[in-house]
C-alpha cells in the first residue's frame, strides 16, 4: 500500500453512536490518499465492536489505551502517522465528501501556509442541518486568538505533519482548553490561512465539551494569560488582556447567568456564577447579570399578558 498523504485521526470516548459516522465520511472523501487511526481512550461504550467491521479496509487501524483524556490520544495518534498532513477529526463529527481534496490542494500550493482552516456546519444528534458558520477568507494570527478561539474544533483544519511536531503536539495536562492553548502555541509558530468553505459538520449535543462554560472560561482565560507573556508591548498586552476578558465573558458569561437565573437554586449553577464572578471584572459581570435579567423579565411580562389576553 502506497504511503498515505494525510493522517486523519479519531480520538473515541463515548460516542460509540456517532463514531461510525465519523469513519464513514473519512472513507467516502474525494481523496483516497488517506489512512485513518482511530484511538479509543478507554472508552466505557461498545466504541470497539461500532469500529471493528471497518478494520477490513487496510487504510484503517485501530489502537486502545487507558482513559488519559483527548490530548493524549491524539498525541498517540499523531506519533503513528504516517501522513505529511494531519486531520484531526472528533468521533461525533463528521467530513463533508469533498474536505481532504480541498485543504490537501490549498496547503500543496501554498507552502508558506501550516494550516488550512475551512468553515462549519452544525448539525443535531440525529445529523440534522442546524445552521452554518461563517468566517471571512484571510489569516489567523497569534494576537486574534485574544478574541476568542478562531474556530470550534481543530476538525476545521488541515495541518502540516512536521509543525505539528515542531510545537509538541497537544498538551495532554489540559482538559477542556487544551485546544485554545494548541492554537496559540501553532500560530505563534507558523502561518494558518482561512477560507469561508464548509469542511467540518460539527454534531451539537448535550455531551459536547463545550458544554461547560464555567472551565471554558476559567480554563480559557488562564491560557491567554500564560500567552500574553509572550507580548513584550505592555500597551499591547493590556489591550488583548481587555479583548480577551471581553470575548470569553461574553462566550460562557450569558450561559452562566441564563441557567442560574433558571435555576438559582442548583449547587452546579451557582458554582457556575461564583467561578464567573471570580473570573470577570465586577462592571462586565453586574453589565451582564443585570442585562440579562432585564431580558428574562420583560419575557415573563410578555408571556404573562399573552395568556391574560388568551384567557380574557
Not at 484531526?88 to 485543504?103: F, I, K, S, T
Request: overall charge positive; charged content about 20%; aromatic content about 12%.
Amino acid at each position: 500500500m502506497a504511503k498515505p498523504l494525510v493522517s486523519v485521526i479519531v480520538p473515541a470516548y463515548a460516542h460509540a453512536q456517532f463514531i461510525g459516522d465519523a469513519i464513514r465520511s473519512v472513507v467516502n472523501q474525494t481523496f483516497a490518499g488517506w489512512e485513518l487511526i482511530v484511538v479509543n481512550d478507554g472508552s466505557p461504550d461498545d466504541t470497539c465492536g461500532v469500529v471493528k467491521p471497518f478494520l477490513s479496509d487496510p487504510r484503517i487501524q485501530y489502537f486502545e489505551q487507558k482513559n488519559q483524556g483527548q490530548s493524549a490520544a491524539r498525541n498517540f495518534g499523531i506519533s503513528l502517522a504516517q501522513g505529511e498532513f494531519i486531520h484531526l477529526l472528533d468521533d461525533d463529527d463528521w467530513l463533508p465528501p469533498d474536505a481532504l481534496e480541498w485543504q490537501v490542494e490549498f496547503l500543496t500550493k501554498n507552502r508558506e501556509f501550516s494550516a488550512i482552516v475551512g468553515s462549519t456546519n452544525y448539525i443535531d444528534e440525529n445529523g440534522k442541518y442546524l445552521s452554518a458558520s461563517s468566517i471571512s477568507d484571510g489569516t489567523i494570527s497569534f494576537h486574534d486568538l485574544f478574541s476568542g478561539n478562531a474556530f470550534d474544533s481543530p476538525g476545521q483544519a488541515l495541518f502540516r505533519h512536521d509543525s505539528l511536531k515542531t510545537i509538541g503536539g497537544f498538551n495532554a495536562n489540559l482538559r477542556g482548553v487544551d485546544d485554545y492553548d494548541f492554537m496559540f502555541r501553532f500560530t505563534r509558530a507558523f502561518k494558518v490561512k482561512k477560507v469561508n468553505r464548509v469542511c467540518l459538520n460539527y454534531r451539537c449535543h448535550s455531551g459536547n465539551a463545550s458544554r461547560n462554560k464555567a472551565l471554558m472560561l476559567s480554563g480559557g482565560l488562564a491560557i491567554a494569560y500564560k500567552h500574553l507573556e509572550y507580548i513584550e508591548d505592555i500597551q499591547l498586552r493590556n489591550v488583548l488582556r481587555a479583548n480577551v476578558i471581553k470575548t470569553l465573558s461574553h462566550y460562557a458569561g450569558r450561559d452562566i447567568i441564563k441557567e442560574y437565573i433558571a435555576n438559582p437554586f442548583s449547587f452546579n449553577s451557582i458554582k457556575a456564577l461564583m467561578i464567573y464572578l471570580r473570573c470577570v471584572p465586577f462592571v462586565t459581570a453586574a453589565k451582564e447579570i443585570l442585562k440579562l435579567a432585564f431580558y428574562s423579565f420583560r419575557a415573563n411580562v410578555f408571556s404573562f399578558v399573552r395568556k391574560t389576553h388568551k384567557a380574557i
